[in-house]
């Protein structure tokens, strides 16, 4: 067909020549042709012809200097999904690259952030195995979210939120560990701007109203530094850079600065040809303005994460403002503008290009295997916004390795860091020749020792999991669980299940319980309820996560095997069966009641009955957390029913209390003395290691009345070290 490319197609073709030296371009214009053909009659909610998306992308992708490959597929991406266009088409018509780019990218447009957990786990881990086969297809895929960002006002109010979430904490953050800068900071930008405009406005308005007047000083800056280095300098160029919004956003309303006290919304970069003339311009700038203590960072020595490399320092101009100065080498400043794309941009003018990719890509096979065994979501999300932060801090070990880890990583994360084994046999740990805890957090520079032992079967504690920071790190301790606790792993899987079902009242026959676990076993994908215990034991499967589906399937087949109890039914039930509880139900005698051990309801409280299958009437508290707020439009009305205190009530019941206490030596003990001085029994305690270092801890008691209680609340408020104690509400 006759194709009408009003431009555009040398548009495309133009902007490949000026960024890349890939000139196929014949593969590109059959590419071209095809998406337009098969997207003719298509337009975007915005109205405009949805051809525009895929050539947008394509160009977004030229830009960056991809090759032709890349560049087709970009054109196709959407083709395979929208229209009538097979892979098998595109490997036919394109090869078989082409096709496995397209098909990639059509994986990835799949994820929805909002979509159902299970779904959402598996898209997200699928972006990370099309990453680690050619990691091509993410920057497709970034180029093809940076389009959709830019264009999303035609979108809901809801769908832009859900993007742009969705953009902060999955894409953006990919971006930056693949060092494309540009990408990175339009990405965040676009997306604060849909997600907090009223600070979005405010950074630009803060930006705007000194302008003229910061740009005029930058350019004074310039001036100087061009006049004092230019005639020993070849190829040197000087340029000025304003920070992102995001950048100034993160510092305002996450790190609490006043606009005033951002010393980086305006730099000037040096660009210089080696290594040694980017040391030799940083003296002559401390020699130039007087340098701002603690300000400077040597990232030529020590790159970050995502290969950055540069010098940064911050000094103090006339008037005594001050401004940064960024310094590096050509190379380097390709690298921190296009990242791993420089691979194919610069390819002849990199050195060493690809021992250098194989690194920047060990970070992408790492994910894939730390997270190939996980089915939360969460914790893959997790993953994605801790693993990739833009944060990165640097350990160093006693030989003089450099250690780099995500900002918070912690002692453990280090040993791990080091080697699994390492990690495993870690009895303690030293920072700067000092002794810290395991759960010490890693500042830059630190110099850290791992304390280890040889002592046969030693290994991991499982409360390191709700220690570490870093997927590397957790996966090693599964790992080691795994496969050297697998019989231990099974009875904590157990007592976990039978604790949380005892908790949520799920109960069922011994043989129908058997099946009900496998049910759940192998929804989860596990071969055997022992391999579900397993997983759950060392923390393979959260089963906090899955619990609302369990509960929802238990009620299903409860509702299936047995119709809803009446009153009268329960009275022929349990005739004969006085309940001695102090509790009366209006138009009931003699039926058995039992007070709910989720909210232990105590005489004083308010209070309502629920009808159980073949067990009575269960009293809870009116505040309970497992009562419906409005009784009249729940899903069971008829089984909730009104219940009051007698005079006559039972002479003890179970109250419990939480407590929260900084980590006091000998506290259980003064707990336990006054309670006994006021002669209450305890019927359960129990304590909870708290993340900030206090401790929460359980407490049921025996008591007669609620002022009783209020009296032990107000006793125990007195015992040093005690933050606060509150009546359990469920």
């Known amino acids: ?25 014949e593969t590109v214009k059959r590419a071209y042709d095809l998406a337009k053909e098969k997207h003719e009659g298509q337009n975007r909610l915005s109205g405009e012809p949805f051809f525009i998306h895929p050539f947008s992308v394509a160009c977004i992708t030229a830009r960056l200097g991809m090759d032709s490959e890349a560049v087709s597929a970009a054109l196709l991406h959407d083709a395979v999904e929208d229209t009538d266009l097979t892979i098998d088409d595109v490997r036919r018509d394109f090869g078989v690259n082409i096709a496995m780019l397209v098909d990639g990218v059509t994986k990835l447009g799949k994820i929805n952030y909002v979509s ?8 997200v881990r699928k972006m990370f195995i099309a990453m680690s086969e050619d990691i091509r297809v993410i920057i497709i895929k970034l180029c093809d979210r940076l389009h959709n960002m830019r264009t999303i006002d035609a979108q809901t109010a809801q769908k832009q939120l859900d993007k ?9 953050p990919i971006a930056h560990r693949l060092g494309i800068r540009a990408v990175k900071e339009e990405l965040e930008d676009l997306a604060i701007k849909h997600l907090d405009l009223v600070a979005y406005d405010e950074i630009e308005g803060l930006l705007e109203r000194d302008k003229e007047y910061r740009l005029s000083y930058i350019e004074s800056i310039k001036s100087m530094l061009r006049e004092k280095l230019g005639d020993t300098i ?31 919304i305006y730099a000037v970069r040096v660009i210089v040809n080696s290594v040694t003339e980017c040391y030799n311009v940083l003296g002559l700038v401390h020699e130039m303005f007087q340098p701002i203590p603690g300000r400077f960072k040597d990232y030529i020595s020590t790159p970050k ?12 101009g006339r008037h005594g403002a001050p401004f940064e100065v960024q310094i590096r080498t050509w190379d380097m400043h390709y690298t921190a503008e296009y990242g791993i794309a420089a691979h194919w941009k610069y390819k002849a003018g990199v050195s060493g290009s690809d021992k250098l990719f194989e690194r920047r890509l060990e970070w992408i096979r790492k994910m894939v295997e730390n997270q190939s065994e996980s089915d939360d979501v969460e914790e893959i999300v997790r993953t994605i916004k801790t693993d990739l932060a833009p944060e990165d801090v640097f350990g160093v070990t006693p030989g003089g390795d450099l250690i780099n880890l995500p900002a918070g990583a912690t002692a453990i994360d280090f040993a791990y860091a080091i080697h699994s084994a390492v990690g495993n046999r870690m009895v303690g740990a030293k920072a700067n020749g000092r002794i810290v805890p395991i759960d010490y957090v890693i500042k830059t520079g630190d110099v850290v020792e791992i304390i280890t032992t040889n002592v046969q079967g030693h290994g991991p504690s499982r409360d390191w999991l709700k220690i570490v920071k870093t997927s590397e790190a957790r996966s090693k301790i599964r790992s080691w669980f795994k496969k050297e606790r697998y019989a231990e792993n099974v009875e904590e899987g157990k007592r976990e299940v039978e604790r949380e079902f005892r908790r949520n009242s799920i109960y069922l026959p011994d043989k129908e319980m058997e099946k009900f676990i496998s049910d759940v076993a192998e929804r989860q994908h596990c071969s055997s309820p022992d391999d579900f215990y397993n997983k759950i034991g060392y923390g393979g499967i959260i089963l906090s996560r899955i619990l609302p589906r369990i509960r929802e399937d238990y009620l299903k087949i409860v509702k299936a095997n047995q119709p809803a109890p009446t009153p009268e039914s329960i009275v022929a039930k349990t005739t004969n069966r006085a309940s001695n509880s102090g509790v009366v139900i209006e138009g009931i005698d003699n039926c058995l009641i039992k007070l709910s051990r989720c909210c232990n309801p105590i005489p004083g409280d308010s209070i309502v009955g629920f009808i159980t299958r073949g067990h009575g009437v269960s009293i809870h508290k009116r505040e309970c957390p497992n009562v419906p707020q409005n009784l009249a439009t729940c899903e069971q009305p008829e089984r909730w029913i009104p219940a009051r205190w007698g005079e006559k009530s039972a002479k003890q019941f179970v109250a419990g209390l939480y407590i929260f206490a900084f980590d006091k030596f000998g506290l259980i003990a003064e707990i336990s003395t006054a309670i006994a001085n006021m002669r209450v029994g305890i019927n359960r305690i129990s304590t909870h290691a708290m993340k900030n270092g206090n401790y929460s801890i359980e407490l049921e008691v025996f008591v007669e009345s609620q002022e009783q209680i209020k009296s032990i609340i107000a006793r125990l408020m007195k015992v040093d070290g005690i933050i606060s104690v509150d009546r359990q509400k469920g």
């Open 305 to 316: 994460s995502n290969m950055y490399q540069s010098l940064h320092t911050t000094v103090i």
């Open 116 to 123: 159902k957990e299970e779904l959402q786990a598996e898209n």
């Open 1 to 25: 067909m006759t194709v009408n490319y009003d431009g555009k197609l040398e548009t495309l073709v133009g902007i490949m020549k000026r960024h890349s030296d890939n000139r196929d371009f």
């Open 164 to 172: 742009s979430k969705e953009t902060l904490e999955i894409y953006a």
């Open 234 to 264: 070849e190829n040197l160029s000087i340029e000025g850079r304003v920070k992102s919004v995001h950048g100034i956003y993160r510092k305002m309303y996450i790190q609490g600065k006043q606009f005033e006290e951002i010393y980086d």
